[in-house]
């Protein structure tokens, strides 16, 4: 099967291109159940973009109606995503982070769809991530960052629970968050891939924490994180298993080269 969409500017990380997290959230639409995604590109916005979907439940988008390798911006399949997910901050803990935020994502004038403060409310996500106390000090699988998100009204669907593709998109920025501010010194930090599993749906109405940890040690340039959504009494509403790339000072928006 084969369809055009297109997705809208608002949705922004750098400019002219989609948030890694909401164009993984845009993949997953077609898939039922637990996804992951892969990134070979970023998205562009305001452009038409072919999706081709297969009886087996995978879904690739290419640039433009040549459906060639060249032209494959990415893909996604259905999996089964097994994370250990650490116990969350609590959410007082969680809001204290969000004030000591650091607005990284200036690429754009508007900032990040998902994490600029620079945006109103209903014109971006505004999830500020901030560092939990003893970032450096902490272990492997331990929480590193964490955030408040106070979805508003827009995001949800006309049952009143949130779309997913904005799950998908809050679960993109903390991870990425969480490497630059361990390790200052790091290169442009890009979403590669992430497999995510909606446990729970999200009311509109609710505030979440939102957290991230390191899952494995860097291999090269690839770092593995883990990113999770908890109500404010701690289930663990959505989580996910990301591959970031630290790509040096690339430009935002240049293929992957793995």
């Not at 690429?107 to 971006?124: A, H, K, L, N």
């Not at 699988?141 to 955030?147: H, K, M, Q, Y």
């Not at 040690?217 to 298993?241: D, N």
Request: glycine share 10%; hydrophobic share 35%.
């Amino acid at each position: 099967m084969e369809q055009t969409l297109t997705i809208d500017g608002i949705y922004n990380g750098a400019t002219g291109v989609a948030n890694g997290g909401y164009s993984c959230g845009v993949v997953a639409s077609f898939i039922s159940g637990d996804a992951e995604v892969r990134l070979n590109a970023a998205f562009p916005t305001e452009t038409p973009l072919t999706v081709k979907s297969s009886a087996e439940g995978n879904v690739e988008f290419f640039l433009e109606q040549n459906c060639s390798k060249a032209n494959l911006l990415g893909s996604g399949k259905p999996t089964l995503l097994d994370l250990e997910v650490p116990n969350p901050p609590n959410y007082e803990a969680a809001r204290q982070a969000s004030e000591n935020f650091i607005f990284l994502h200036r690429v754009d004038p508007r900032g990040c769809y998902v994490c600029s403060p620079i945006r109103p409310v209903g014109e971006g996500l505004r999830l500020f991530i901030g560092p939990l106390p003893n970032i450096q000090g902490k272990s492997m699988g331990e929480n590193l960052v964490a955030s408040v998100w106070r979805p508003s009204p827009e995001q949800a669907k006309a049952d009143g629970y949130i779309d997913p593709v904005y799950i998908w998109s809050v679960l993109d920025c903390p991870g990425v968050t969480a490497l630059k501010l361990r390790n200052p010194g790091s290169g442009v930090l890009v979403l590669g891939s992430c497999a995510a599993s909606m446990k729970e749906k999200l009311p509109a109405s609710e505030h979440y924490v939102v957290s991230a940890w390191e899952i494995d040690p860097p291999q090269g340039a690839k770092r593995f994180m883990g990113v999770a959504i908890h109500s404010r009494t701690g289930k663990l509403m959505a989580c996910a298993r990301q591959v970031c790339f630290d790509v040096g000072d690339a430009v935002p928006g240049s293929r992957s080269k793995s």
